[in-house]
């Protein structure tokens, strides 16, 4: 509520409603100052130089009629609540100002210094409460308008981001698209090869490539679930002397980084016999120079 004093605008056109409400106010305990203007251009200067508390409006002045008085001076004066005083009693009026923006809207004929204090009081206080209100709604629509605004954005990068991505994944699904048909025009080719080749991991020894000829070649001294193994059957070199794991050609490629070229090794076929291959391996670098592959290229000799 508003302290003491209260700065009081009447804008008044009758002398005697001014005296009269002037001595209404000074039988109540509230300590104000009144100022009376009896045109409404009179009073929009007077706003205009000079800070009020509140305005108490006749609406019909010498300069302005109805409720169109009401419209210019809130107009004029939109934070300064308004309290309506007229001498007609029309409902239809005192609705309209009330939704309009008035605090309060009374009968000159009608009211006391008590009434009239109580509604000067009671329009300040809703007034201010309007402030805080209008304050805490432009506080919210300005932070809906940034949070919309910031949404906005992260919604923008993101769609750059979805595309962007789109069109990786476009590539990526080109690029294996464009691998597959190279890994099988290399299938193909390796398969029309006259000799054996197998390309195993450096790191585990799984087969990773294996061409027609390999498995003709293998199919001689390799059993179906060897094929997991680097070395499931027993090489000799030509002196008859039975290689180790580590002997292997392929093996030493893997290891040591050797590149092998027709070694000759007889093998021990399934049925016995011995069969000679010629091996040649070499191993298989990333950018780096580490070894991650290596690859044996397996030729037959002759039969003993």
Known sequence: MKKNPINILLIEDSPEDAVIIREMLRDTNIQFNLKHINKLKKGFEMLFNENFDVILLDLNLPDSWGFDTFIRTYDQASETPI???????????AVTAVREGA???MIK???????????????????????????THNDLRKLIEWHEEELKETEEKLNLEIEAHRKTEKKLIEGLQYLEIEKNKFKTLIDQLPHGIIIVDAADGSHLVKNKKFKEISDTFLKENDLEDIFPFKGFYPDGTQLKTEDWPLMRSIVMGEEIEDEIIAILKNDGTKTIISNSSIPIRDNNGQIIMGMSILSDVDEI
């Open 103 to 105: 605090q309060d809207y």
């Open 109 to 135: 004929g009608e009211i006391d210094g008590k009434l009239l204090s109580r509604s000067i009081y009671y329009a300040i206080e809703r007034k201010e409460i309007e402030k805080e209100l209008m304050k």
């Open 83 to 93: 309290v309506i005083l007229s001498g007609f009693d029309d409902e239809e009026i």
